[in-house]
């Protein structure tokens, strides 16, 4: 066995480590894990996993840039470079980075930050709420298709009065002109007396366009606002409309995780 220059056994004869890349604990600190010596405890702790096998010899080398490690489960991103950015996307906004026909879109969010971003899927102009920009294409290909199940959560201001009823319909399923459509989950959060307005939850993973608009009305109960308050594991918070953050460690590593599943998933019904 050999030792490299910090006195850290290199495992070059392991048929599962790289021969050459780049040590995991450095690569876990860089990545803003935790520190190089809290990183080489996780690792002999069996609490790291690269590319789904758990670790624990400190030797192990890895390219970051086709590997894949996650710490109890969660996933980290190695690649720096990726950016991932929350917004609150107020109405009036469409969800294209240049709009043909000169309406407000989202580069107004984006300029600030240097790489080049892009929304992962759309909000429709007068819908307000949680969007994802980010430069990460594998994960928006997972998050965005509706094959996936990345589940979206909206707040809907209806007309009219909603009853329990209605709200069986809606997860039972109904049929539009593009096809049956059904709620994952659904209910009221406020439903006053008389015809004023009552305020519905709706969780669904479907990417079909102004779905949710289109699924109160023919229920009887028109959209007058909505809202998208969560996408995944994210949730938007007290996020005010325009706002943008970038994601913390955790939201990402939860995101990563989510994306990662999905991707897994689709290799295995090939």
Same mark, same amino acid.
């Given at each position: ?5 910090? =006195? &850290? ?71 720096? /470079? ?13 969800? /294209? ?12 969010? &984006?300029?600030? !930050?240097?790489?080049?971003? !892009? ?10 709420? +949680? ?21 979206? &959560? ?15 319909? +809606?997860? &039972? ?22 015809? =004023? !307005? ?27 606002? +909505? ?25 990402? =590593? ?17």
């Amino acid at each position: 066995m050999t030792t490299d220059h910090e =006195g &850290t056994p290199d495992f070059a004869g392991n048929p599962d480590a790289a021969a050459d890349g780049v040590r995991l604990q450095k690569v876990m600190a860089s990545a803003g894990v935790a520190s190089r010596r809290v990183s080489e405890d996780l690792i002999t702790s069996g609490r790291v996993r690269v590319n789904g096998k758990v670790v624990t010899e400190l030797g192990r080398r890895i390219h970051p840039e086709t590997d894949q490690v996650a710490v109890d489960n969660v996933a980290v991103q190695l690649d720096t /470079s990726r950016r991932y950015i929350m917004l609150n996307k107020p109405v009036g906004v469409v969800s /294209s980075m240049q709009d043909e026909s000169g309406r407000p879109d989202l580069r107004e969010f &984006t300029e600030q !930050f240097e790489e080049r971003l !892009f929304n992962v899927g759309r909000l429709d102009a007068q819908t307000s709420g +949680l969007l994802i920009l980010t430069n990460d294409g594998d994960l928006a290909h997972v998050l965005a298709h509706p094959s996936f199940g990345v589940s979206k &959560t909206y707040i809907a201001k209806v007309e009219g009065r909603v009853s329990a009823q209605t709200i069986g319909k +809606l997860q &039972t399923g109904i049929e539009l002109d593009d096809g049956p459509i059904a709620a994952d989950k659904a209910r009221i959060l406020a439903s006053p007396p008389g015809d =004023g !307005f009552s305020l519905v939850e709706l969780t669904l993973h479907s990417g079909r366009n102004r779905i949710v608009r289109r699924m109160l009305e023919a229920v009887g109960h028109p959209v007058v606002d +909505l809202v998208r308050r969560q996408f995944g594991p994210l949730h938007l918070g007290t996020l005010r409309a325009g706002d943008v953050r970038e994601l913390t460690k955790v939201e990402l =590593g939860e995101l990563l995780t989510v994306s990662r599943a999905g991707s897994r998933d689709a290799a295995g019904t090939k």
